[in-house]
């Protein structure tokens, strides 16, 4: 979608490594959204900013971090990575008008990590 | 707290045939529902969304699902369907009381049509 990217597209790292995946959006949206997918287990939820500075914990964020410290760029680093972390990930953005999600979420393209 | 079933991980429908994807939800409070369509190493992209007003809701490329709140239901229907619907379908689900709007998805339903 060409309000929203991510970069990179493909990456292969070796265990034990730091990783970081990017997403900008240009849509001046206030919510961003991290989501990993996994065959069987649809999209789960890793971390979430809901401003500048503020992010909260998803479903699965253990192994995870991330940062915003501009409104355009959302940040997910993996610390250490380990094989578990293989999957596709994506950076989602969502409006908000008066916190109802009326238009749901924008997707970027997804990056596809392989951790070896 | 909120959750998705979508009953069905694959669905094999010949072409022009109807096809019909199940999604049940779970929720405390007044929801909103989302069919997404994620078409083979792309995005997800939305297909139509139930917010308030009329439980049938139409999408695009001729999908419509109908809301059923004693059911606990948001069932995906194409009366017809062509090769190129070949793709995976998640339900979603979100409400008011989600922090951060945050959307909970179904496990995906995969789709194969066949000519």
């Known amino acids: 979608d060409a309000g929203i990217t991510q970069s990179p597209r493909h990456k292969v790292t070796e265990t034990g490594t730091p990783v970081t995946l990017r997403c900008h959006q240009t849509e001046n949206h206030r919510y961003m959204y991290w989501y990993r997918q996994d065959p069987g287990h649809g999209l789960r939820l890793i971390h979430y900013?809901?401003?500048?500075?503020?992010?909260d914990k998803g479903e699965v964020s253990d192994g995870y971090s991330v940062s915003r410290s501009k409104t355009e760029d959302f940040l997910l680093t993996l610390e250490s990575a380990t094989s578990s972390q293989t999957s596709v990930y994506f950076c989602?953005?969502?409006?908000?008008?008066?916190?109802?999600?009326?238009?749901?979420?924008?997707f970027g393209s997804g990056t596809r990590l392989t951790v070896v | 707290a909120q959750s998705v079933t979508q009953l069905d991980s694959q669905v094999p429908v010949f072409e022009e045939a109807p096809v019909e994807l199940r999604c049940n939800y779970s929720s405390s409070v007044s929801v909103y529902l989302f069919w997404y369509v994620q078409y083979p190493n792309q995005g997800l992209q939305l297909l139509l969304k139930?917010?308030?007003?009329?439980?049938l809701v139409k999408g695009i490329n001729g999908f419509e699902a109908e809301f059923n709140k004693s059911q606990t239901s948001f069932h995906l229907r194409k009366p017809s369907v062509h090769i190129s619907d070949t793709a995976e379908y998640f339900c979603a689900v979100t409400s008011l009381k989600a922090a951060g709007n945050k959307l909970t998805f179904g496990g995906g339903t995969r789709v194969l049509v066949k000519p």
């Open positions: 989602a953005i969502s409006p908000s008008q008066g916190d109802r999600p009326l238009d749901g979420y924008t």
């Open positions: 139930y917010l308030s007003g009329s439980t």
């Open positions: 900013s809901y401003g500048v500075k503020d992010t």
